[in-house]
């Protein structure tokens, strides 16, 4: 046997101590140190802080300064190019009312900002007294650019200046003098924020501006303001009846032609002031977070030990045999984490417990359970057979729904084909699905809609009515279906084009015994298409070929509703509309856009030479020669009984004429005795007028106007001429 441990070897009893006054102690000394080291670092960096604030505040003064100077002159700079501009065109548009609601408004927009506008005489020797504006005139005569000057010789606020010159084809015809206050008040309200106080003198040391009238004048010597000139700042002290204060002296260039010494004063003794009050104030922050922070953690230092006293009641409930035992107050910690496990744990407990009190019942229980579970299989496996069959059913209804829909509200034909073959895809299992039209009085199918295969593949296939499975089911009017058409002659792979394979269905599209058309189903799997499928298919094609035949009527309709019937091309009322959307889009992007107006000459003496069906003829043949020499984006339009009208977008003026010397050449070349079957010699010759959007006009009825006068113009030159619109056209008294 084991001896028992003698009294000198077992452990002694030690002291208890709580588990707060092993957390609080080292924390009371800790947050002691740190307070101390934060209050002694705040003391330090606020003292060498403000040791540097005065330069600081001087330097972003004078920053501020610097930048509103350059502000100011950038906007007069900016004004003045723009007055540059205005006067310049003013004489090219002195009567338009939009150019004299457009100088109001720049005046006003100048009187918002506080900028005073005066227009000169280039030489102003003896109608200013002031010298300095005279030679600040000399200035910009002899260099020709904008010059600046800052002065307070012109009234009792100090101003900035720009004097711009004016041009005209001679040379410099007035000088521009825009001024902008910047005075006393405009010192002061830039630098009574920093506590700094702000002079303007010119170089020569003159008072222009002081932001307070007490400041100290300090005279600087020739070096000093050398230095200066060279863009050194200076900073100097000196001792006053206010006591100690800093000086920073600087200048601010005005743009090439002037410079401005601007002097900043702060005082040393309210800045010393200012640092003693804040570090007091910093010293009472600190100690008042010290002593919060210790409250606080005091506070949480309880919160976090109070859950050990819900562990040792729940590990004294589970000793005794208590299951149902839980911790209700749990902590977002370690401890928490622990009354986590131990409520586990007293759970997987009762459910064991509870496991083996009903494991007699459950194996009593299973046998019959399986028995039940058999039985719910096989009723489900016959549900989900009927829900499948219903699915396909109502896939197919709505389907088709879907299709009749897309028919009826499609108004575009080529929406309506990728609708047809969409819903075709979506109801069939096809591998490619081609869509013929058939061209009414040809016996000619063209290939305008695929799916399956390269959209471009058979862009250019057609077929006769004797070529085919395509053509035999196209004039029998009767739906083909072959199983295997590896083994049928007909196939032709549509020309060679695809390879095809499997089963296939041409069905044709018929509306009361007149062909639209035929739709051919292609699937690699041979003999693929069922009985309901077949079915389906024709039922398909019939709602197809109305809507097809529907949408070839609306369409027809709606083109006769923009042409000229006589000669094919677009009428006034279609022009105009399309005119105005050239409008809009030209205004939208900045763009521009011309009209070329133009008519037969001698149109009357043509007209009784030919008589009406011939003359009919010509009108037919000149709009031809029109369309035929012009660019596919540009709008060529019969306007009036002989009078055409070409819409040219993206043109200038320039280009117009360029195209309309081109369609005059082009006609004047045509032998329109042959193409009218004219047994006389018929030579016509066309007259030309140009105008260009917005450059002669923004208003489109006047825009047509002037085209029209432009023509009259040529008219009036001899004929067989084109005149561009450049002003009032002569017209009859």
């Known amino acids: 046997m084991k001896a028992p441990a003698s009294p000198s070897t077992a452990p002694k ?25 934060a209050i002694w670092g705040s003391v330090h960096l606020a003292d060498r802080s403000f040791r540097n604030s005065v330069d ?4 972003a003064t004078q920053e501020i300064l610097y930048r509103e100077f350059k502000k100011q002159e950038s906007i007069l700079q900016t004004y003045a190019v723009i007055m540059q501009q205005f006067k310049s065109l003013s004489e090219r548009f002195q009567h338009e009312t939009e150019f004299g609601i457009l100088q109001d408004r720049l005046f006003n927009t100048l009187e918002k900002e506080r900028i005073s506008t005066a227009f000169y005489p280039a ?47 001679e040379g410099i015809s007035q000088i521009i003098l825009l001024q902008t206050a910047m005075g006393d008040k405009f010192l002061y309200n830039v630098t009574s924020a920093l506590n700094v106080s702000a002079t303007l003198m010119s170089i020569e040391g003159q008072v222009i501006a002081r932001s307070r ?63 003693d009050l804040t570090i007091l104030r910093m010293v009472l922050i600190m100690i008042a977070i010290v002593i919060f922070g210790s409250c606080y953690f005091f506070r949480r230092i309880n919160g976090i030990t109070q859950p050990v006293l819900e562990l040792r009641n729940a590990a004294e409930a589970l000793s005794r045999g208590d299951l149902n035992y839980r911790i209700r107050e749990i902590s977002n910690d370690e401890l928490g984490q622990i009354a986590v496990v131990l409520n586990k744990m007293a759970g997987e407990l009762e459910r064991t417990y509870q496991e083996r009190a009903n494991q007699d019942i459950s194996s009593a229980l299973a046998h019959e359970d399986d028995k039940t579970k058999l039985i719910l299989e096989r009723k489900e496996r016959e549900r989900d057979r009927i829900s499948e069959e219903l699915s396909i059913i109502q896939r197919e209804t709505t389907a088709l729904y879907q299709l009749n829909h897309a028919m009826t509200a499609a108004i575009e034909l080529s929406a309506l084909f990728d609708r047809i073959l969409q819903v075709l895809n979506e109801i069939l299992s096809c591998d490619h699905i081609v869509l013929l039209i058939h061209n009414q009085g040809e016996s000619i199918l063209e290939v305008v809609r695929t799916t399956g295969m390269d959209a471009n593949a058979l862009n250019d296939v057609s077929f006769t009515f004797n070529q ?30 695809m390879v095809t394979r499997g089963s296939m269905i041409s069905v044709p599209l018929v509306v009361k015994g007149r062909l639209i058309g035929a739709i051919n189903l292609h699937n690699k ?23 097809i035949h529907n949408t070839q009527l609306l369409e027809k309709s709606r083109d006769l509703s923009n042409t000229d019937e006589l000669t094919g091309l677009s009428n006034r009322r279609h022009f105009q509309e399309i005119l105005k959307r050239e409008v809009a889009q030209a205004r939208r992007f900045s763009s521009i856009f011309s009209i070329i107006m133009c008519d037969i000459d001698g149109f009357k003496q043509h007209k009784s030479a030919l008589g009406n069906l011939q003359t009919d003829a010509l009108l037919r043949q000149v709009g031809k020669a029109l369309l035929k020499n012009t660019r596919g984006i540009d709008l060529v339009s019969r306007f009036g009984n002989d009078q055409f009208i070409v819409l040219l977008p993206k043109t200038s003026k320039d280009g117009a004429v360029a195209t309309a010397e081109k369609l005059r050449k082009r006609i004047g070349e045509e032998d329109f005795s042959l193409l009218i079957n004219s047994e006389q010699s018929v030579n016509v010759t066309l007259s030309f007028g140009v105008t260009e959007f917005p450059g002669d006009s923004k208003n489109i009825y006047e825009l047509l106007n002037l085209a029209d006068r432009a023509l009259y113009a040529a008219k009036q030159d001899g004929c067989n001429c084109t005149v561009a619109w450049e002003g009032p056209a002569p017209g009859p008294e």
């Open 56 to 59: 600081q505040r001087l330097a």
């Open 468 to 497: 085919g499975i395509t053509g035999e089911a196209t004039q029998s009017q009767k739906m083909i279906y072959v199983k295997n058409i590896d083994n049928d002659e007909r196939n032709l792979s549509y020309h060679g084009q």
């Open 525 to 547: 799997e041979v003999d693929a298409f069922s009985l309901s499928e077949q079915k389906l298919i024709q039922a398909v094609a019939n709602q197809t070929a109305i809507a």
């Open 123 to 169: 030489d102003i020797r003896g109608l200013i007294p002031q010298e300095s504006m005279v030679l600040l005139f000399d200035q910009v005569r002899r260099s020709n650019r904008p010059r600046f000057r800052y002065s307070n010789e012109f009234g009792k606020t100090p101003v900035l200046m720009l004097a711009a010159p004016i041009h005209n084809s």
């Open 213 to 275: 009238t007490d400041i100290t004048d300090i005279k600087l010597t020739p070096a000093q303001i050398t230095l200066i000139s060279n863009g050194q700042p200076l900073y100097l002290d000196h001792e006053s009846a206010k006591g100690a204060e800093r000086h920073l002296f600087s200048i601010i260039p005005l743009g090439r032609s002037d410079i401005v010494l601007l002097s900043l004063e702060a005082s040393v003794n309210k800045t010393t002031k200012m640092q």
């Open 13 to 37: 009893p030690q002291r208890f101590r709580s588990l707060r006054s092993k957390v609080f102690l080292p924390f009371f000394i800790l947050i002691i140190i740190l307070g101390g080291a």
